[in-house]
């Protein structure tokens, strides 16, 4: 199928010719495309994928404008080859490859990505734990069972659970580092049990079980797990688990002791979307997250926009059948109207749910949050908070934060004339939508305290949000003006008095600019104390972090440990704070070369998407994140109390 897509030449924004999409079964299987890394050229015009790279993919990557969501070519650099095919043929990239023919992919890939080096396997295989180490013991009880540490979605941690009090983390030291190959960016925690660690290596293609006290290898198993995992018992006699989402839209669960896989299944309604968020066990059963990728599908003018929808899914954790499947609209129709492209178009669309939902287990009902609409007509559960029966999947009730907000990427932000100009698919631009791709980017948090219970949530506005168990406003407050990329991007934490609020305002100017952590009542919604965050580009930081001046806010969602709060910022740097009164407590760099534990060198960068966590004594990061013009990174830091 021949079409367009938008894409920019030497700084302009123009349409390209392209040729129908591929999977990545075909481009690896097809032409070989996962041993093409091994050769990686540099950058010489006699290399077939330099001038494929020119054409496609320069005018975003080579020179990343200030708010962009290009990722630079140094960071591309660092992907595998079989990242770099995932993301043109089924990921975020799927509309630029569309755009490309199988050799112009194979090429631009050979081009790109890193060679698989002499180590192979070699960072799993020379680090396996002596056989006294090797054992996973399940006995204990997880240190968090997923993204939200528990079910509540509160990211809260006693000194207990995390092996770490508030002194503790006052005079933290490296333990040890554990640095991934072929990897550009760490969007997913891990799950302690015990003395292990089990962490998905996405970009490396494996769910590794490390042991905590040195890093050593426990098992390792293939799958691409591209977000956090979750923990739980796959049926009320089944095996201990760690479950998690890949980037082919696969859920796999994989059994604590042994990494067997155990089932691996497609819970997806729509199988063009990908599994962005965070699974979470309820009992014997597990809700999935569901996302919609249409929001950069647009940017191809030839693209029928748009179609795909958000939901959440209910699977029997015994064996993975999906019971139930909540869908944020009903399926999309034509519009009876095309583009200037001639093109038809469709809609209600849009709504994807990117992070983990929370579970009431005692009420009975999954929570959880959505994006913007991608195309008209605009619907009531987009940028809203949504409460879902959890035996029978029916909605009990929606609160939406912000109205008719259809934005997808060809769109500008804020307005018809901001910016670049609408593409094609942004049809809709001047019939009344705010264009501001305000979505809650984090998953609601269940907050129970002084005979209360109140759902939160931040917005990428930089609201905050508190509604009763009837979806009813409470209160609401607000920091700063908002981004498409935060505000409060990947989610807030609570403990039993507070709500901490981490902004992210990146490339913000001064005067507005927001960025920094906050810490309100969670009963009142009044703020109890703030911190704002500075730049730091001195001491080498701006040769470490070329993008600190501008993006030093905090994305990553923080972690609540004792009496401490533990949040990452978008330059690398980890602070820690007395919880009660805003005290910084520390400060660490993580924007600094590693060696690692495994023999392999790396380097921190930024710290986004995933938050830290803590188990078994020891408070761990993981750095690197190089979506949205951020600084690559391939370090998981491991930080124990000085000793």
């Known amino acids: 199928m021949t079409g367009m897509f938008w894409g920019k030449l030497m700084g302009v924004w123009k349409p390209f010719a392209s040729v129908g999409a591929l999977t990545v079964a075909t481009v690896l299987t097809g032409i070989g495309v996962a041993n093409l890394a091994q050769a990686q050229a540099t950058d010489v015009v006699e290399h077939p994928g330099k001038a494929v790279y020119d054409q496609f993919c320069a005018g975003c990557h080579s020179a990343p404008e200030a708010g962009s969501r290009a990722a630079a070519v140094a960071s591309l650099r660092k992907m595998s080859a079989q990242t770099l095919t995932a993301a043109l043929t089924t990921g975020v990239m799927k509309p630029i490859g569309d755009g490309m023919d199988r050799r112009q992919i ?43 540490v528990d079910t509540d979605n509160t990211r809260r941690m006693s000194a207990a659970q995390a092996g770490l009090n508030t002194r ?37 293609g494996y769910v590794v079980a490390l042991d905590t006290q040195t890093g050593c290898v426990k098992w390792a198993t293939p799958g691409g797990v591209r977000a956090s995992l979750a923990y739980g018992r796959l049926g009320k006699d089944g095996p201990w688990a760690v479950v998690g989402g890949d980037g082919l839209g696969q859920l796999i669960a994989f059994e604590a002791k042994t990494g067997k896989v155990a089932w691996k299944v497609d ?179 269940i907050w129970r305290g002084r005979g209360k219970t109140l759902i939160l949530g931040g917005q990428k506005s930089g609201d905050v949000w508190a509604l009763d168990t009837h979806g009813r406003k409470v209160w609401h407050t607000q920091f700063g003006k908002g981004t498409a990329l935060g505000g409060v991007h990947w989610g807030i934490a609570a403990d039993e008095k507070r ?24 009963a009142t919604g009044k703020v109890a104390w703030s911190w704002k965050a500075t730049p730091d580009c001195a001491n080498g930081r701006q040769a470490r972090v070329p993008s600190c001046a501008g993006k030093f806010g905090i994305s990553a969602p923080p972690v609540v440990i004792d009496g401490a709060v533990v949040v990452g910022g978008l330059d690398g740097r980890v602070y820690v704070f007395e919880a009660a009164s805003g005290k910084l407590l520390a400060t660490h760099d993580t924007a600094v070369p590693f060696q690692g534990v495994n023999k392999v060198a790396g380097a921190g960068g930024s710290i986004d998407a995933a938050g830290p966590f803590a188990g078994g004594g020891l408070l761990f990061i993981g750095s690197g994140y190089a979506s949205f013009g951020q600084q690559a990174g391939n370090v998981l830091v491991a930080y124990r109390p000085k000793r």
């Open 499 to 522: 709500v901490y609020v981490p902004i992210a305002d990146p490339n913000v100017p001064e005067k507005d600019n927001a960025a920094g952590l906050y810490a309100v009542d969670a």
């Open 168 to 204: 503790d983390l006052a005079k933290l030291e490296v333990a040890w580092s554990f640095v991934m190959p072929r990897t550009s960016g760490l969007r997913g925690q891990g799950v302690v049990v015990g003395d292990t660690l089990f962490y998905p290596a996405g970009q490396a």
């Open 267 to 445: 819970p997806r309604h729509d199988k063009t979307v990908p599994l962005s968020g965070s699974p979470i066990f309820a009992g014997d059963k597990i809700v999935v997250p569901i996302s919609a990728i249409d929001v950069a599908n647009s940017m191809r003018p030839t693209f029928e926009c748009c179609k795909a929808h958000g939901a959440v899914a209910l699977l029997n954790a015994a064996d993975g059948k999906v019971l139930w499947t909540w869908h944020t609209m009903p399926d999309a129709k034509p519009l009876g109207r095309k583009t200037s492209q001639g093109v038809e178009t469709y809609g209600p669309s849009g709504a994807p749910i990117w992070s983990s939902p929370s579970v009431d287990l005692k009420a009975g009902v999954v929570y959880a949050s959505t994006g913007e609409n991608t195309s008209p007509p605009a619907t009531n559960t987009s940028d809203a908070m949504v409460a879902i029966d959890l035996a029978t999947g029916r909605q009990r009730w929606v609160f939406q934060a912000l109205e008719n907000d259809v934005w997808n990427m060809s769109c500008p932000i804020g307005s018809p004339t901001g910016g670049r100009p609408p593409g094609p698919n942004c049809f809709f631009a001047a019939e009344g939508s705010v264009l501001r791709d305000h979505d809650f980017g984090g998953g609601p948090v």
């Open 106 to 148: 194979r090429d631009v890939v050979s081009y790109l990505a890193a060679p698989e080096g002499p180590q192979g396997t070699g960072w799993i295989d020379d680090n396996r734990c002596p056989a006294d180490r090797q054992a996973v013991n399940l006995t204990a009880r997880p240190a968090q069972v997923g993204f939200g």
